[in-house]
Structures are given as structure tokens and as C-alpha cells.
């Protein structure tokens, strides 16, 4: 249990169905070692590296569709031939004074409340235009998916959410209705927010990239993995497909 905790770095309902024992057996034999939680560790390399908090206000609606999380995590790109990861932070001090900078990704990302279902791209900004459009294709890979109605679009209070008439149109086209979160409270948004960080951990940062084209390649095939095969805890350990069959 514990070399698969330390080579896989999953938790204990991961751990717990893959061995066949129940994961609270998994969680104190994991607490008696004194594993750090996950979420204090670096995804690649298991370090300890800080604490979180997480909240106790849990929400769930009652079908597919009915909510919908929208949001954008930036990601720095990884340069030609690796970045830090590959080569240690020493390799990149270079870098750090080069007049072209690297910039960053944009991945776009919605989540479906109840199902956990999620899409996400990878876009060169978080325009509203670009928001709007992404929402739209968003929209089709649910609705291949057996969502086919969305009633809400729930985001932050970024400009490009709430100022964006692009993004408006493209809300009443899917004849949803736009919600906000309270300013400065992201927990609110939180299934996407808890996706982003899955989202870094699994895929940006669960392997070394030499290339960004590499890393980018690699999102569609986590995703589908992500949506039919990943068990997630929050759904009784089934992958997010299941509450759509």
C-alpha cells in the first residue's frame, strides 16, 4: 500500500478498490505512517511542499445540466527541450532574463455539477470572444455526452465573464442563465476550481515535458481518461460518465 501510494501518488479511494480493501482501512494505515495528504505534496515529485485548506460547504444539484462551472487556469509554457522540471530551477535562470518570455497556456474548462463531467482546451487568451466560443463548443461535448440542456453557467467576476456581450450571446443561445459568484469567495465555484487543481496534478505536472506541443498533446487522452475511467470520490468512486448512462 504504501510503495503504491509513493510510485502512483493516489489517495485512499483510489488506493483502497485497486488493492481491495475499504479505504478508511486505507486512510488510518496511511495517517499511522504519517504519509502527508496529497494536496501538501508537489505532483511530481511527491515533496512535501505546503498546507491547504479546503471547505466544508458541499453542494450537489440534482441532474446533469442543471449547473455548469466555467473557468480559466493559466499554465507557464514549457520551452524547447524542458523547462525547470526537466533540468532543475539552476538550468532556467537564463531564461528568466531572455527579452522574449515564454507567456503562459490558457486552459478553458467546464464542469457539470452533479455529473463531474468535464471539457477543457487549451487557448492563447481568455478574451470574452474566446470564452463565448469555447462555451459554445463546451456545450456540444456535453450535449454528445447526453447533456443536452444547460439551465446555468456559473463563473467568477472576472471582466471577461461578466463584461463580455460575446459571452452573454453566447449564454442565451444555449438559453442558459449566467450566475456569479460572490467576489473574492472561489470556493463557490469550487467543482471547477477542484478540477483545475486535478487538472495540474495529473496532467500538466504528473510528468516531465520537453516540449509544450507534448504537453498539449496530452490533454485530450487525460481527459477522456478523466470523464470514463478515473474513479472520483466525490461521485462514490465512479468516473463521471457513469451518472450519464
Known amino acids: 500500500m504504501l510503495e503504491l501510494r509513493r ?10 478498490p485497486e488493492i481491495g480493501i475499504p479505504a478508511r482501512t486505507v486512510s488510518a494505515i496511511l495517517r499511522r505512517h504519517r504519509v502527508p495528504y496529497l494536496r501538501e505534496c508537489d505532483p511530481l515529485t511527491g515533496e512535501i511542499i505546503r498546507a491547504s485548506k479546503t471547505t466544508a460547504v458541499r453542494y450537489e444539484h440534482d441532474h446533469p445540466g442543471s449547473l455548469v462551472h466555467m473557468d480559466v487556469k493559466k499554465v507557464g509554457r514549457i520551452p524547447d527541450g524542458g523547462g525547470w522540471r526537466a533540468h532543475g ?14 507567456g503562459f497556456d490558457y486552459v478553458h474548462s467546464l464542469v457539470d455539477d452533479h455529473s463531474r463531467l468535464a471539457y477543457s482546451e487549451i487557448l ?3 478574451r470574452g470572444a474566446t ?9 456540444e461535448y456535453f450535449a454528445a455526452r447526453g447533456i443536452t440542456r444547460i439551465e446555468r ?11 463580455s456581450a460575446d459571452v452573454a450571446v453566447a449564454t442565451a443561445a444555449l438559453h442558459a442563465r449566467q450566475v456569479f459568484i460572490r467576489p473574492h469567495c472561489p470556493w463557490q465555484n469550487g467543482k471547477v476550481e477542484r478540477f483545475n487543481r486535478t487538472l495540474q496534478v495529473e496532467w500538466a505536472y504528473r510528468q516531465v515535458f520537453f516540449t509544450n506541443d507534448e504537453r498539449t498533446a496530452a490533454l485530450a487522452p487525460w481527459l477522456e481518461f478523466y470523464n470514463t475511467c478515473r474513479r472520483h470520490s466525490a461521485i462514490g468512486g465512479l468516473p463521471p460518465i457513469s451518472r450519464l448512462s
Open 89 to 102: 530551477r539552476a538550468a532556467t535562470v537564463e531564461t528568466k532574463h531572455k527579452k522574449v518570455k515564454i
Open 7 to 16: 510510485n502512483e501518488r493516489h489517495g485512499q479511494d483510489w488506493i483502497g
Open 131 to 139: 470564452c463565448a466560443a469555447f462555451l459554445l463548443r463546451a456545450a
Open 124 to 126: 492563447p487568451d481568455e
Open 153 to 163: 453557467v456559473m463563473t467568477d467576476n472576472h471582466f471577461s465573464y461578466k463584461r
